[in-house]
């Protein structure tokens, strides 16, 4: 069967492409093998399944569940006999995520895209080699493998946890993040290995409902690609909240005893040390889902981690053949993924479509929320850039204060020269959705200035972005005197 589109992976990056190109009146096909907990067929990849919505539907949960014995008393609210029911739990979160990537086959079925649940790998002359998956209970892969042609190919497997040697997975004690997101219980004691987002967010869910949780970090610095100002007060507020985070801690052995884990480590000064846990989640990031993705024949440049070689608009080095998301450089992030794949096709649309890099959101969704977008101001000064720096604390926005959590601050980093906003980074309340405010200036090529002029809304939380640019040239409202 012939299409003028075949999209290897129904993540976010793939579905988004698939949609946009039959958007664009294309003839589309995504392949994508991922089974769901039902046994059925399940779009979304990673991201929808075990990923970006299960896990913030958890951050949601127990941080309600933590309010509930730490916050609301304050307000008055005073709820007796609370208890957690994780079944209960795991099963909101089950109908969330079904209903997500019930909601990506509903946008295939209204836009014409064909849906194939299977295995589609690339071969020879552009054409993909397609594995149907079994719809019997087995789900295997035994079915005769059909080729398929078009005259462009999208692959967008996404990737995978990176399992650790020294920490192999062993049923649901030692797990990946899959596994930590279907815990059956609240472990007492938890240890985590990787002190990245998906370790932070993960032992800050199980923190939060009430296991006592261990961060091993290999890193001496925290946090390393976030601005350190930043890190530096996310780590003092993590400790605060429970987390135990240790750095520069190396693992170097693990095993099971007695229903239990067994973990070693060494830390700088070369000192051995043995931790016991209950549950042990392995964090360490993810890496290309690049095997088996493509035969040698096909000509596809894969470097030695697994990373598909691509040029600035995502184009192989297989003419009519793209690599986006996880599969390529850049952050591991689904929106990046997204946008990259919508500008794939309409590049082969023949429109003039790009991804901005310099203006790709992180967000860690831990409580507290850190975010940022652009440079940090180390890597300013790397540059030898001269900059001015404007940070404003949520302890000095009202509704900060009215919402319980007015910790962590709003930083903007402005060229000196021009006053171009370079970088704006903030860990406090609401920082998931303040970032966006702060990318559209970004996108727009706004100074400062440029921010400082606009009216917010007050009360509001955003009003902490409006006087941090304020504060670039010392005249933020709310604080006696800007601070670096």
């Not at 129904?10 to 039959?22: L, T």
């Not at 370790?199 to 970090?217: F, H, I, N, T």
């Not at 040390?273 to 890496?287: N, Q």
């Not at 691509?310 to 990046?336: E, N, Q, T």
Request: overall charge negative; proline content about 4%; some cysteine.
């Amino acid at each position: 069967m012939n299409y003028d589109l075949i999209v290897i992976g129904a993540g976010p990056a793939g579905y988004a492409a698939a949609i946009r190109a039959a958007q664009l009146g294309m003839k589309v096909a995504c392949m994508d093998d991922w089974i769901g907990s039902d046994g059925a067929p399940a779009l979304g990849g990673t991201c929808l399944n075990v990923g970006c919505i299960p896990s913030k539907v958890l951050l949601e949960v127990s941080q309600t569940y933590s309010n509930l014995s730490t916050l609301y008393p304050g307000w008055g609210i005073a709820a007796r006999d609370v208890a957690l029911d994780i079944a209960a739990m795991m099963a909101h979160k089950q109908r969330i995520v079904t209903r997500m990537t019930q909601g990506i086959a509903a946008l295939f079925r209204a836009n014409g895209v064909h849906s194939l649940c299977g295995r589609g790998r690339l071969i020879a002359n552009r054409a993909v080699e397609f594995t149907p998956r079994n719809a019997s209970a087995d789900q295997s892969f035994d079915q005769k493998p059909q080729i398929f042609h078009a005259e462009h190919v999208i692959l967008a497997a996404g990737s995978k946890p990176v399992e650790l040697a020294v920490a192999p997975l062993h049923e649901n004690l030692i797990v990946d993040s899959s596994g930590a997101l279907a815990f059956d219980a609240v472990p007492a004691r938890l240890g985590v290995i990787g002190g990245g987002v998906i370790g932070l967010e993960l032992g800050s869910v199980w923190r939060r409902l009430g296991a006592q949780v261990v961060v091993l970090e290999a890193q001496k610095d925290f946090l390393s690609a976030c601005d350190r100002q930043i890190a530096r007060e996310a780590l003092r507020q993590f400790r605060a909240e429970g987390l135990d985070i240790r750095l520069g801690a190396r693992v170097t052995h693990s095993a099971v005893k007695q229903g239990k884990v067994e973990l070693g480590y060494q830390d700088d000064d070369g000192s051995e040390h043995v931790e016991m846990f209950d549950r042990l989640i392995v964090a360490v990031g993810r890496e290309p889902s690049s095997d088996g993705l493509c035969v040698r024949e096909a000509g596809l440049l894969i470097d030695e981690w697994g990373f598909v070689h691509v040029d600035a608009y995502c184009l192989s080095s297989v003419p009519g053949v793209y690599a986006v998301g996880d599969l390529v450089r850049g952050p591991m992030l689904a929106h990046k993924g997204a946008q990259e794949g919508v500008m794939v096709v309409e590049r082969i649309a023949g429109q003039n479509a790009r991804v901005n890099y310099d203006t790709i959101p992180s967000i860690i969704y831990t409580q507290p929320e850190i975010a940022s977008v652009g440079a940090t101001e180390q890597a300013i000064e790397a540059e030898g850039i001269a900059y001015q720096v404007g940070v404003f604390p949520f302890a000095a926005n009202a509704r900060a204060h009215a919402q319980g959590d007015a910790s962590g601050f709003v930083k903007v980093i402005a060229d000196a020269a021009t006053d171009r906003v370079l970088g704006v980074h903030m860990i406090g309340p609401g920082s998931s959705e303040l970032i966006a405010s702060a990318v559209l200036a970004m996108e727009f090529g706004a100074s400062s200035e440029d921010i400082s002029l606009t009216m917010f809304a007050h009360p509001t939380l955003s009003e902490a972005l409006h006087e941090a640019a304020l504060a670039v040239q010392g005249h933020a409202l709310h604080v006696a005197k800007a601070k670096k």
